[in-house]
């Protein structure tokens, strides 16, 4: 789920996006030439089946498991295939190499948290909760730090989107379904924003400094690959042996990491961050529809209506701030 800096932005002056994911951070500002809007869409479909693939692994494998082998071979190839994310640290100075690290941790503990939380929750809920709760942690840590402070569209916005989390978490209380609300699966999944949210600024600060927008992302992924590594590797992980559990960890890798950031990237080239962030929100969309195709997920109607206040407050927050008078 990685789709929510761009949603900030009129918040915080991070040229930052979100991963959900990501967890998914805007590492490209508009420039130039090859592409358009059918990129990012497909890049948004991609990220959506993020948490469907994780729930068709094999039964021996632990959710954060599966999260770690997509992201150590995703981060892998994105190290690899961008160019000056070798060199990046070297040219760093002291305290942008600590940002770097930092960076990497947010970005390790993404999908260590919402694959967790898709397990616990659904892939429906899981995904709207960290894509939410994304928006919201960007401001607030922008605004803690002293870079921006929360304007009146952001905090009408954000209202918008923790009712309609709050709809959607409770939707099923409300419908007479008492038992199934899992609290930490809740947790985890704004945990998951909240890495998304981290790992997204600090971007954003370092491509603001002057640094290759690939390279940063490449350096960043490719390290928070090494970091998760002992988690899989630590786990049993037969089911990786196996063509379904393989299949599984491929498409993490290369569908919903690798080949979705290049698509989205070059999507940037010819489309604003406001229009791309609006449409990413096909992302939860995808996801919820999978869910309940796929997965035989229920969400009752309340629910229904908590995922398009939220999609309503998002919108807000990324809409086009109007013009004012001559």
Known sequence: MQNQTTSSSSSSPAPARRSGAGPRPLWNRPAGALSGPLPILVAAVLWGTTGTASSLAPAGASAAAIGAAGMALGGLLLFLTSRGARSLPARCTGAERRLLVLGALATAGYPLTFYPAVAR????????????????????????FGRTRPTARWTLATLAAVLGCVLLVLGPQFAGDAGRVDTLGVLLAALAGLSYAVYSLIGGRLIVRGHASGAVMGTMFGAAGLLVLPVLLSADTHWLATARGAAVAVHLAFF??????????????????????????????VAAALGVAVLGERLPAVAWCGMAVLALGLAVLTAPAGRRGR
């Open 256 to 285: 919903t990491t690798f080949l979705a950031y290049r698509l989205f990237g070059h999507g940037l080239r010819r489309t604003t961050a406001s229009a791309a962030t609006t449409l990413t929100l096909a992302e939860p969309a």
């Open 121 to 144: 929750t659904g892939v429906a809920v899981a995904t709207v909760i960290a894509l939410g709760s994304a928006p919201v942690f960007t401001g607030l840590l922008a605004w803690a």
